[in-house]
């Protein structure tokens, strides 16, 4: 099948199975599969930019086949005798032969990584090539204009390599070059890395032409050893006479001459001058007779970003120096300045002290400073860093900068902490041991832990000594869910006198519904869950050492097994649990070994010789914030016809009306283990839109809306080492709705009544967790109520009457919020709950008449009962308030008639449940009839 027209295959995807040729330009996406060979003919540039999977091969015989995408040419071979061009990046694997030139174009890298016979050449006018197989690049010239990486373990052969100006060609480790000429223009860039394994010159060729820059790295592994002789290494070997020269040579990209550690030069061999040489001498064991600079034990590593590792070791070098020597350097002390990285890798013995001034020392794994016994000091500077991984420090460490541990990094020594000392990775289990004393002069140490039981993985510090001064701990956690401990989990473990003082950041570290704070224990610190507050049931039993987990149930009944599911674990001793009896006690054996469920008063008889503890958990404060939140928000939804017009005693044409609220609610939440007071006040504005009558009843529907705002203050439990964690936060918001009242008779209002609303609210909310975390989320609740009553009137003297009214209310709610991840990481959900509550109450109103108008002294008595607490879910542990479903409520107030038009009136109310549950408010209404 030839395709002249790159529309002419249409928009539908390609199933080739024999031969498809493209005798045409343009852009081709269709997808191409099958067995068969794609073949591109004729003068135009074709584009593939499909992902094809076609098996049958590739071939090239006029114009440009453009592939932009990696996976254009399926998984066949391709044979090029015109123009290849790769416009993209990604591992291209096809094996390409052929007469034509592989053109890189674009500005990604692109891996070419077959075994590549192409002869046309290889052109990088943009991005980067790199060539992962010494094939890769197939025999002819290569034009880099861009940017070139060979990077294959072996010798890649060619016939030219040119690279022009402001290119560069990079050499990798392993790697060697094989060139008929190489050819690097005035402004280009030669980048080798030398190995230990390059016995032979990186580059051959017939001819060399130098120019631009010549930069090395890797040159601290050039040598298993440095020593005082310079170390001379063969770059580039060439058949005929090198005449030019690079014009800047640079180590790791500084300039050679800035990097004082080394004495690094290139030039033309002076005996020999088809061959050019690169050679190093470290500065530490420069000759002062002998060598160019005095030997010194300064590493100056300028640029940030950039290091130098040496694998070698340094070893003292005394009575090698010339006195005279300007840099007075003792042969056995090491300075590191600069912001760059210097690596140490080897066993150094040198035995003076090791200053970093500026920058980063970094111990690489199994190295070490110093001799076994030494007692020779680290000082680390203000504003620098060192540290190791698996790496050993003989001596002493006095940190003003930050000290980093990476699995296990130890100090035979003591450690002074000024400053940080810091875990160098992003998971636990990670060691910073110090055999000798700790003192923390203001310190801070920071650890990772996965937040959970006692055998969470965490990182630790161990001080075989004395510990002195204060730190102070920041705890990240690393994937931990919380949990409830026992001992806890160990941060810190002392062997000698504990008398440092560690506290921890901001006091308590908070994950899901846990809060963590650390106790001191025996000398060593741990991070614990439990709070030292017994709740009113009982709560969580916790056994002796010698025992399994009992948790007694609310009434002091059956044995339960812990949350995971399995049975209850008897003592160590082997005795057997026996069931409870139909009164649900338990009697164990006279070894102890059994356990004694809790009798009818709620108390635990332990095993013989051990005490039971009673335990809860230490939840977090602001629990209380977000439950309050919601509770605020659906609370301030609430309302009665009389909450919202007042009595009513005639029909009017319509009016309007308005009222503010204001009040304090108090709470508690979760098993009265976190207490929450919220202030609140609610601005209410509503009106009549139609009013109907016959004369005899009438029908009023109106609108409404309301601002509400509350703030919330929370406090959560005490914890196992007395401390105690507050919180705060706030909901404002906009609730807007209808309502609609049908009275029996139209005039009086005596007789019966139903009152109906609905409301949407749409609220702001903030949680601000004792500075640790800062949360801002959305909400929103749905509200509609049914309210009945019917009103006795019962007359007095001079026209004064009472009125009795029992009342009937049903109101359905639906609240939603935002998931929310804090600044800790744990996910704040499940705020999506629809609830009912029910009122049933009675009204007494008096109606006396004055000179100066009618007043109206009224008292409401009401029994609520709702059925769903305010909750929410931490992680995977869901908490509620302790919302009484039960609750009282008393309303007493007076309204006053100002005028034929114009009534006010004020209300005090308050509410009165089981769980410490309190709500006091007051309002003030103002209703005008037109």
Avoid: C
């Avoid at 290849?84 to 674009?106: C, P, R, W, Y």
């Avoid at 991005?127 to 002819?140: F, Q």
């Avoid at 290494?233 to 040579?249: K, M």
């Avoid at 400073?369 to 860093?385: F, H, T």
């Amino acid at each position: 099948l030839v395709a002249s027209n790159v529309e002419a295959l249409g928009t539908g995807d390609v199933t080739n199975d024999a031969v498809l040729e493209l005798n045409t330009g343009g852009d081709f996406d269709n997808a191409i599969s099958g067995s068969g060979k794609v073949e591109k003919s004729g003068d135009g540039t074709l584009t593939l930019s499909g992902s094809n999977t076609y098996r049958g091969g590739t071939t090239i015989s006029g114009g440009t086949l453009l592939a932009s995408n990696v996976e254009a040419l399926g998984t066949g071979d391709v044979t090029n005798n015109a123009t290849l061009e790769l416009n993209t990046g990604g591992d291209f694997d096809n094996a390409i032969s052929g007469s034509g030139q592989v053109v890189k174009s674009g500005g990604d890298t692109l891996t070419l990584s077959g075994n590549n016979s192409y002869t046309g050449g290889t052109l990088i006018s943009d991005g980067t090539l790199v060539a992962s197989n010494v094939e890769a690049l197939g025999s002819g010239n290569i034009d880099n204009y861009a940017s070139l990486q060979l990077n294959a373990s072996g010798q890649f052969v060619t016939a030219n390599l040119t690279t022009h100006d402001n290119a560069t060609t990079a050499i990798g480790a392993g790697s060697a070059l094989r060139a008929n000429t190489l050819t690097q223009e005035a402004n280009s860039t030669l980048a080798v890395h030398l190995t230990d394994s390059n016995s032979d010159a990186i580059v051959t060729a017939d001819h060399a032409n130098l120019g631009g820059t010549l930069d090395i790295t890797g040159i601290g592994n050039v040598a298993k050893s440095w020593t005082r002789d310079a170390y001379a290494y063969t770059l580039i070997d060439s058949d005929s006479a090198i005449n030019s020269d690079f014009a800047q040579f640079t180590v790791a990209g500084m300039d050679a001459k800035q990097v004082d550690f080394l004495t690094v030069d290139g030039r033309v061999n002076a005996d020999d001058d088809t061959r050019y040489d690169v050679t190093a001498s470290l500065s530490w064991y420069a000759d002062s007779d002998n060598a160019a600079t005095d030997a010194h034990g300064t590493f100056t590593l300028s640029e940030q970003g950039h290091s130098f590792t040496l694998n070698t070791a340094l070893t003292d070098v005394d009575a090698t120096l010339n006195p005279d020597s300007a840099t007075g350097w003792d042969g056995k002390s090491l300075i590191k300045r600069g912001a760059g990285t210097l690596i140490l890798g080897a066993q150094n013995t040198y035995s003076g002290d090791t200053d970093v001034q500026e920058g980063t020392l970094w111990l690489a794994e199994t190295a070490t400073i110093g001799s076994a016994g030494s007692a020779q000091a680290v000082n680390i500077a203000a504003n620098a860093a060192f540290g190791g991984h698996n790496a050993t420090v003989n001596g002493h460490v006095n940190n003003q900068g930050s000290l980093y541990f990476v699995d296990t990094f130890t100090v035979n020594g003591d450690v002074v902490n000024s400053s940080a000392m810091i875990s160098g990775s992003d998971q636990p289990n990670n060691t910073l041991t110090i055999a000798g004393n700790y003192t923390g002069n203001d310190g801070h140490l920071y650890l990772n832990t996965q937040l959970g039981d006692d055998s969470s993985p965490t990182d630790k510090l161990i001080v075989t000594g004395d510990t002195a001064g204060s730190t102070t701990l920041h705890i990240t956690n690393v994937n931990g869910l919380g949990a409830q401990t026992v001992n806890g989990i160990e941060v810190i473990e002392v062997g000698g006198q504990s008398d440092g003082d560690f506290t921890l950041y901001k006091g308590h570290v908070d994950i899901n519904a846990w809060t963590y704070t650390l106790k001191q224990d025996g000398g060593d610190w741990y991070l614990r869950s439990e709070s030292d507050d017994v709740p009113d049931d009982g709560g969580d039993v916790i056994p002796p050492d010698d025992g399994g987990d009992v948790t007694p149930p609310d009434d002091g009944g059956d044995v339960t097994p812990p949350d995971d599911g399995g049975e209850v674990t008897p003592p160590d001793d082997g005795g057997e649990v026996t069931p409870p009896d139909d009164d649900g006690d338990v009697t164990p054996p006279d070894d102890g070994g059994d356990v004694t469920p809790p009798d009818d008063d709620g108390d635990i008889t332990p095993p013989d010789g051990g005490d039971v503890t009673p335990v809860t958990p230490q939840y977090r404060a602001d629990i209380g914030v977000y439950l309050g939140n919601q509770w605020m928000a659906r609370n301030l939804q609430m309302q009665t016809l009389y909450d919202r017009e007042g009595s009513q005693y005639r029909s009017a044409d319509g009016s309007i009306w308005m009222r503010f609220k204001a009040g304090k609610a108090e709470s508690q939440a979760v098993n009265g283990n976190v207490d929450i007071d919220s202030d609140y006040s609610q601005f209410q504005l509503g009106g009549d839109i139609l009013t109907w009558s016959d004369g005899a009843q009438s029908v009023t529907v109106g609108l409404m809306g309301s601002y509400i705002n509350a703030s919330t203050d929370s406090t959560g439990n005490r914890g196992a080492d007395g401390s105690q964690f507050s919180a705060n936060g706030s909901v404002d918001g906009y609730n807007l709705g209808l309502y609609a009242t049908w009275f029996a008779d139209a005039q009086s209002h005596r007789g019966a009544y139903i009152d109906s609303w609905y409301q949407y609210g749409a609220y702001n909310n903030s949680v601000d967790n004792d500075g640790l975390s800062a949360s801002r989320y959305d909400s929103a609740a749905h509200a509609v109520s049914l309210e009945t009553g019917y009103r006795y009137d019962i007359a007095l003297s001079n026209r004064n009457t009472v009125s009795l009214t029992p009342q009937a209310q049903v109101t359905w709610q639906r609240y939603s919020a935002d998931t929310v991840i804090d600044d800790g990481g744990t996910r704040i959900s499940g705020q999506n709950d629809d609830s009912w509550t029910t009122r049933l109450g009675v009204r007494v109103d008096g109606k006396l008449y004055k000179e100066s108008g009618r007043i109206q002294p009224f008292m409401e008595v009401n029994w609520l009962h709702a059925s769903d607490n305010a909750s929410a879910t931490f992680g995977d542990t869901k908490v509620s308030q302790d919302l009484p479903n039960d609750r009282v409520e008393v309303k007493v107030g007076i309204q006053a008639n100002v005028s034929e038009r114009l009534s006010v009136y004020a209300q005090a109310a308050g509410q009165k449940g089981k769980n410490d549950y309190g709500d006091a408010s007051f309002s003030l209404n103002m209703r005008y009839n037109w």
